[in-house]
């Protein structure tokens, strides 16, 4: 059963485009982290989020924690082909030791 | 993923051989967890490790599956008499000391295991 329901699970759009993915549980976590994925490799970290309500900008990336710390939303501004990727939401349960749960990913395409 | 060494990056093995893949958190790094990550499925914990302690084991298979973490060396996930739906990417991630729940996770590049 999947704790993290990540929507869309595709996106494609043009370079210069704004786009928004969300993240969505029931469960309250400790903290969410953001991962982007290239085929062949291992999840990269871009953002960890703890304090419910929080923003982080990271560039054109700006990630938000909900105010009950169940969901998160990335946001990316003027999308570039660079973009391109699969991004991962992971939570981690209170007294869960860290291990994550991961939501299914929504795979990014972004075309010139 | 600098710093997080997993190796090997593929491994092929017949049914009922052994695997071992093997684990090199990042410098300074003493805790572990492993993933894994089935075709066209998201990645799954297996277990989380301490130098020379299994904190939680919860998400391991009975039986076939073991991991060690020792005082000196690699973190070691073992696979004994492997079958077809063994074949997956292993990940492991490592962090510092501290509260494990706010600490961000850095992941290794996995190892790709085949079954023939």
């Known amino acids: 059963t999947q704790l993290l329901e990540q929507s869309p699970q595709f996106l494609s759009i043009q370079e210069g485009e704004n786009l928004t993915v969300y993240c969505n549980s029931s469960?309250?976590?400790?903290?969410l982290q953001w991962y982007r994925q290239e085929p062949g490799e291992g999840p990269v970290l871009l953002v960890t989020?703890?304090?419910?309500?929080e923003v982080k900008k990271l560039k054109r990336l700006t990630f938000q924690f909900g105010d009950a710390r169940k969901d998160s939303s990335l946001h990316i501004t003027a999308a570039q082909p660079g973009d391109t990727g699969l991004y991962l939401c992971?939570?981690?349960?209170?007294?869960?030791?860290?291990?994550?749960?991961f939501g299914a990913g929504t795979q990014v395409v972004v075309t010139p | 993923n600098a710093g997080v060494m997993q190796n090997p990056r593929h491994l092929v093995r017949r049914r009922g051989q052994e695997a071992r893949l093997r684990c090199s958190p990042m410098?300074?790094?003493?805790?572990v967890y492993w993933y894994r990550q089935l075709p066209e499925e998201g990645l799954k914990f297996m277990v989380y490790?301490?130098?020379?302690?299994?904190?939680?084991e919860s998400g391991m298979p009975k039986e076939r599956f073991s991991a060690e973490f020792p005082k000196e060396g690699p973190s070691i996930l073992r696979i004994q008499q492997v079958v077809r739906g063994d074949s997956a990417a292993y990940f492991c991630?490592?962090?510092?000391?501290?509260?494990?729940?706010?600490?961000?996770?850095?992941f290794g590049d996995g190892t790709r295991l085949s079954i023939l």
């Open positions: 992971a939570g981690a349960p209170t007294d869960s030791w860290g291990k994550l749960q």
């Open positions: 469960s309250v976590f400790s903290s």
């Open positions: 989020v703890v304090t419910g309500g």
């Open positions: 410098k300074g790094h003493s805790h």
């Open positions: 490790l301490q130098k020379e302690n299994i904190i939680d």
């Open positions: 991630a490592s962090i510092g000391g501290g509260a494990a729940t706010n600490q961000p996770q850095h």
